[in-house]
């Protein structure tokens, strides 16, 4: 990498600079011999860097270092400018020497042996304070210069507030901008609310009151939190997506809560209707970022990516970084590659370490769990020295690529927020701050994700048309007697979510009849609360009596037959049981999430004083605590589940009413 001097004079103002090293500007002259040509850059740069120009001195013990010093040293005294001592840093000790170097030769893609590639030395370690004083003890204040420069350029990135962009015009007064987005906000929820109760009708045994009551709730929620422009943005690219055609996912995670997400058409699914809280999204107790994931057709995403580009600007419109590490197995390869070994050889060592994408395995862990590879590092030294080195090399980073979803929207320029990076593979920015630092900085992140399932779903509808018969999947009844049939009988390979052999065991079991099972199974079909599936269909067939707990918890739990399956019902059992409001119930469900002991017991004592006054037993309180705790910590987030579950309903539903045209869209894709 390098930089015209002409650009960098540019850029001088507030930067201090560094001469470099024998490859710097200053040390090449010196190199060859020439200088009066040394001198002349010399005085280039201390002209433009002004009172901010150091000579660097370094010392690991290479020749040329030796021969350019006392060069830099002269230039430094005649001209009258600072000198400094630096020490290249590549690795953390000099044992790790070697490692570093085989981290070389794999980025570059060489071998070990190779005379010509690039080499340091063991010199290039990061050395302690005093190894460095002792290295220049006749240079003292080359050292304290370190320290001058280091005051000279600290600095810290604060945390900021979420930074977002205008939605009501960027040129309006900020305050004015505020009042415009959140009555556009209402203006369009309440027409948008009004448009939904037409086309879908009210939910059992709700008012039409409740629902606005409900709406006027979140819309001062959203508005105390200054979050109008956020649901303004989202709603914007999502109708645009919807206006193009491009299918778009009904919802997923706590966002599916929302009544105002419903009415701006975030979400496709009435909230009112199967019990999803708001407060599980936005928490009015305690403020955090809302976050919608929003999927969409995969094959047609990036078209949304690029309107939210031309809207807000190319410049403010970024991908997230991430950075691939080197994993145990990848290791073993890249550095046996290095060192030459057979490839069958290390292909057998690599196979001896468990693959598990969800829950990697350490070469550490792998070690000590299979005796094959202690015995192969004993009888071979090759084999040892690999495992040695890959130790060393596992969990650097390998490589930076972009997060698959991850977008963020600033309000400005975003090189003015965060650093950026240039994928090769893309025209689009990227930040260089990865996905939880990118939020510290102030910036927000919405997540574009690709789901294959909205594009087999597009795929059919458009195959049914041939026949002449239009399609609404909006519009698709949620009580359809043939796909109820096809779902008790088990027949959900290519059914979104329900496809795999025990899932396809679990449905078969259940014999769901309403779309509340189909949430149901969805959140209770992971590991942990799978042990409930029995006792779920006991209750559900008339062969086991529910239990409740305590009457007050009847009306909660007679969805999920008697079982705590939701967080949503841990929020609503603390609320009816002991009086917490929704906000306090999605702490506690929080705390109980997080285990910390001390906050427990605070949680504990304000539960059992709580359900006491509302005459429950003291010990009963404490047991339905417990037990409570116990669910909250593998509790599924319902507004997810039944998000996803209209998904897997709605592919259930094509296969068993459009078998031909289902199944042809499916092996399209697969």
């Not at 070389?104 to 004083?133: C, N, S, W």
């Not at 829950?359 to 090759?382: F, G, K, Y």
């Not at 007679?558 to 939701?566: A, D, S």
């Not at 017991?601 to 705790?629: H, M, N, P, S, Y």
Request: aromatic letters at 8%.
């Amino acid at each position: 990498p390098h930089v015209p001097l002409a650009l960098l004079e540019s850029r001088a103002e507030g930067m201090i600079l560094l001469t470099g090293g024998v490859n710097g500007p200053v040390g090449k002259a010196l190199l060859i011999g020439n200088r009066r040509l040394a001198s002349t850059r010399l005085d280039r740069l201390a002209e433009a860097f002004a009172g901010r120009c150091y000579v660097e001195l370094q010392r690991h013990g290479m020749a040329a270092e030796r021969k350019t010093e006392p060069g830099f040293l002269d230039l430094a005294y005649d001209k009258g400018l600072p000198i400094v001592a630096t020490n290249e840093a590549f690795f953390p000790a000099r044992d790790d020497y070697e490692a570093h170097d085989a981290l070389i030769a794999i980025a570059e893609g060489r071998v070990l042996i190779d005379d010509d590639r690039r080499k340091l030395t063991p010199e290039h370690y990061f050395k302690t304070r005093a190894e460095m004083q002792a290295l220049f003890s006749d240079l003292p204040e080359a050292c304290d210069a370190t320290l001058e420069i280091a005051r000279r350029c600290h600095y810290r990135p604060l945390k900021r507030d979420p930074i977002l962009p205008r939605f009501a015009g960027a040129d309006a007064d900020p305050d004015q901008a505020e009042k415009a987005e959140a009555d556009e906000l209402k203006r369009q929820a309440r027409e948008g609310l009004s448009m939904r109760l037409a086309a879908h009708g009210l939910a059992p045994d709700l008012t039409e009151q409740e629902y606005w009551d409900r709406l006027d709730f979140e819309l001062s929620v959203i508005e105390r939190m200054k979050f109008p422009g956020y649901f303004l943005i989202v709603a914007d690219f999502i109708k645009w997506a919807k206006a193009h055609d491009i299918p778009v996912g009904p919802g997923r995670g706590s966002g599916a809560g929302s009544v105002v997400a419903w009415a701006l058409t975030i979400t496709d699914l009435d909230p009112m209707r199967f019990s999803l809280l708001f407060e599980r999204f936005l928490n009015p107790e305690r403020v955090s970022m809302p976050d919608f994931d929003i999927d969409f057709c995969q094959n047609r995403r990036e078209e949304v990516i690029r309107y939210v580009q031309e809207k807000y600007g190319r410049s403010q419109v970024a991908q997230i970084i991430t950075f691939g590490s080197l994993q145990a197995r990848a290791v073993l390869r890249d550095v046996g590659r290095v060192l030459q070994m057979p490839y069958g050889q290390v292909d057998r060592l690599c196979k001896l370490v468990p693959a598990n994408p969800a829950n990697p395995v350490t070469l550490a862990q792998a070690i000590a769990e299979e005796p094959r590879l202690r015995e192969a590092a004993r009888d071979e030294e090759s084999v040892e020295r690999l495992l040695t080195m890959a130790q060393k090399l596992e969990g650097l980073y390998r490589h930076a690529s972009t997060h698959a979803a991850g977008v963020v929207i600033g309000d400005r320029p975003l090189e003015q927020l965060v650093p950026l990076y240039r994928d090769p593979r893309s025209d689009m920015p990227v930040a260089q701050f990865n996905m939880k630092m990118v939020e510290e900085a102030g910036l927000v992140k919405f997540d574009f994700l690709g789901l294959k399932t909205l594009t087999v779903i597009d795929t059919a509808v458009k195959l049914i048309a041939r026949k002449g018969i239009h399609v609404d999947m909006a519009a698709v009844p949620l009580d359809d007697p043939k796909t109820y049939k096809l779902l008790a009988a088990g027949e959900t390979v290519g059914v979104f979510q329900l496809e795999s052999q025990g899932m396809r065991r679990a449905i078969a079991g259940m014999k769901p009849d309403r779309f509340e099972d189909i949430i149901a199974l969805v959140a209770l079909y992971r590991p942990g609360p799978m042990e409930n599936i029995p006792v779920y269909n006991a209750v559900k067939h008339g062969e086991q009596e529910p239990d409740y707990l305590h009457p007050l918890l009847e009306p909660i739990l007679t969805e999920t037959n008697g079982i705590i399956v939701y967080q949503e019902q841990v929020m609503q059992i603390a609320q009816v049981l002991s009086g917490y409001s929704l906000g306090e119930a999605d702490l506690l469900r929080r705390a109980m999430g997080k285990k910390i002991a001390a906050e427990m017991e605070v949680q504990r004592a304000r539960f059992v004083d709580g359900a006491v006054e509302r005459g429950v037993d003291k010990d009963q309180a404490g047991t339905i605590f417990d037990l409570v705790a116990k669910f909250a910590n593998y509790g599924f987030n319902k507004s997810h589940a039944a998000a996803y579950a209209l998904v897997s309903y709605h592919t259930a539903w094509l296969k068993a009413n459009h078998p031909v045209e289902f199944l042809a869209a499916s092996m399209t894709l697969d």
